[in-house]
């Protein structure tokens, strides 16, 4: 049987992304438009929304590079040098940079309609066996697509529609529950939003060790295990912070499933994406 | 038995370093390095380039134990932040398990300072690809005890002399892919594709240090010279983020990809 993924009701539609693909499989591009439930109260698309972007443009190129194999996302980078607002289209341009038998390595530049250098992400991908339950590529790889409906969009703000619960700031502890919106094709928490999570814990932390309006600008992102269960539980290490700028490092455990370390990501933040 | 069959193969990064290792714990491998004249850069401590080779190495060793019986590893894919550019040393890298999958491995590496109070210097992710060599995986006694040298320390180059590293032009830099700079399977060490990024980005930014880095590898370096060519992608109040591409420039190919996060010279 084949998985119908994503269901009527999920992020990935509701992001309203659009695609388009080349035709050899090795480039494809995916562009989000940037709403005002996406950005961080400084004003422009938080990290994690931006990397829940690149994961996508990322795992489906990918997913083609490693056909008739599936995949699962080894770990995803992120780098902003831009601000994203509100009303911008932030394009995610993704090209594979390796394609072997056991990895493939995308690397993904982002830019703005004006063609703005955005930021930078790679992401690697280990090259697994087909399950039958693995969506089929074909189906995602018309192009121009999209996934959006008319009636696609946030309701709320990113963070609100995750039931995101901030438990202690310092030590940037917080929940978030595994729901079906954000679950990806394997019914785990989808990888952008493990990113966004990490992105909210280590700007949690890091703004409560410094009292700066400290944004997210950089996310390392190693995946070790799925989010099944939840709530998925972060625990924030500040390595260190400097006048404008901190950095962490952050553990996300899956707290229903015996605290088991989902991922490990390393966090730097400033204030002055422009 | 310790290693691969030439007991000096490939070994010559890691003497250079000088970076002791013992496995305090299974697959938890300690290692220790002295903050040495030679391996210091501009900022007056250890340079960011060796710093991210003594997580390869430790890292790369803590994964390799855990690859065993099946294979043994190489380097893929390493990112790392680095919090203090001034240390007093010696410097501790810790390594531990993450994560061992079928085809891969995730080692866990910090560097913390003992002489500044445990301070942590950097913190990194190494990932490795589970291989299994012609000959079979090396031999190791357990728990491992790694040595750096046994020979007096003599007065070393510093690693831009040691490298030889060259400007080619005013965003690259280069090598000759040296025997000292192979790895036991011939290859260029990832530690030292890992200096090559920090001085192109070094250079490029006359001067900057290296912070962050992302390090893809994508392919292995055999033929040389090797070049590391950086574009600027934008500044912030952390520094400049920048690309770096490395290439075999006698194979003709790309042979990693770094973003790297270099603090600018004031």
Request: overall charge negative; aromatic content about 2%; proline content about 5%.
């Amino acid at each position: 049987m084949t998985a119908v993924y994503p269901p009527e009701h999920h992020l990935l539609r509701d992001l309203r992304l659009s695609f388009d693909h080349d035709a050899d499989g090795r480039r494809s591009r995916a562009r989000m438009p940037i709403v005002g439930e996406l950005c961080t109260d400084l004003g422009h698309a938080r990290a994690g929304a931006l990397a829940t972007l690149v994961d996508v443009v990322g795992g489906g190129l990918a997913a083609g590079a490693a056909a008739p194999g599936w995949i699962a996302t080894a770990d995803l980078t992120l780098h902003l040098v831009g601000g994203a607002r509100p009303g911008s289209v932030v394009e995610a341009r993704a090209e594979v940079l390796r394609a072997g038998r056991t990895t493939v390595v995308i690397e993904v530049a982002l830019a703005d309609e004006l063609d703005r250098g955005i930021g930078i992400a790679t992401m690697s991908f280990a090259v697994l066996p087909r399950r039958d339950t693995n969506p089929e590529i074909d189906r995602v790889r018309d192009s121009p697509s999209t996934m959006s409906t008319q009636d696609s969009r946030l309701a709320r703000p990113l963070l609100d529609e995750l039931g995101v619960q901030v438990r202690d700031a310092e030590r940037g502890v917080i929940d978030v529950a595994v729901v079906d919106w954000s679950r990806n094709s394997m019914g785990a928490m989808q990888g952008g939003i493990v990113a966004a999570v990490a992105d909210v814990a280590a700007e949690t932390a890091l703004r409560a060790a410094t009292t700066e309006p400290l944004v997210v600008t950089d996310l390392q992102v190693t995946y070790l295990g799925f989010g099944r269960v939840g709530p998925v539980r972060s625990a924030v290490e500040v390595l260190g912070t400097g006048v404008g700028h901190g950095s962490a490092r952050v553990e996300l455990v899956d707290a229903g499933a015996e605290n088991r370390l989902m991922t490990v990501v390393h966090a730097a933040a400033t204030r002055d994406l422009t | 038995m310790n290693g691969f069959d030439d007991a000096n193969a490939g070994r010559d990064v890691g003497r250079y370093l000088g970076v002791t290792m013992r496995e305090a714990e299974e697959l938890h491998l300690v290692g220790h390095a002295a903050v040495a004249p030679h391996l210091r850069g501009p900022a007056g401590g250890v340079r960011t380039g060796a710093l991210l080779t003594m997580l390869d190495n430790v890292g790369g060793l803590g994964g390799g134990l855990a690859a065993l019986p099946d294979g043994w590893v190489v380097s893929t894919n390493l990112v790392a932040r680095v919090v203090a550019l001034s240390h007093a040393g010696p410097l501790r890298i810790d390594s531990g398990l993450l994560r061992r999958g079928r085809n891969n491995v995730v080692t866990g590496v910090q560097i913390r300072d003992e002489g500044a109070r445990d301070a942590i210097v950097a913190s990194g992710v190494l990932t490795s690809a589970i291989l299994v060599p012609e000959t079979g995986p090396p031999p190791w006694d357990r728990p491992l005890v790694s040595q750096a040298r046994t020979e007096p320390p003599v007065e070393l180059p510093s690693i831009p002399e040691w490298l030889g590293v060259r400007a080619v032009e005013r965003d690259a830099v280069e090598i000759d892919l040296a025997a000292a700079f192979r790895n036991p399977w011939g290859i260029l060490h990832g530690g030292v594709v890992a200096m090559l990024v920090d001085l192109a980005a070094e250079y490029a930014t006359g001067g900057g240090a290296t912070t962050d880095v992302v390090i893809h590898f994508l392919a292995p370096n055999r033929v040389g010279p090797v070049r590391a060519r950086v574009r600027a992608l934008g500044r912030r109040t952390d520094g400049s983020v920048l690309r770096v591409e490395v290439r075999d420039e006698g194979a003709g190919r790309t042979t990693a990809l770094a973003i790297v996060t270099c603090a600018l010279a004031r």
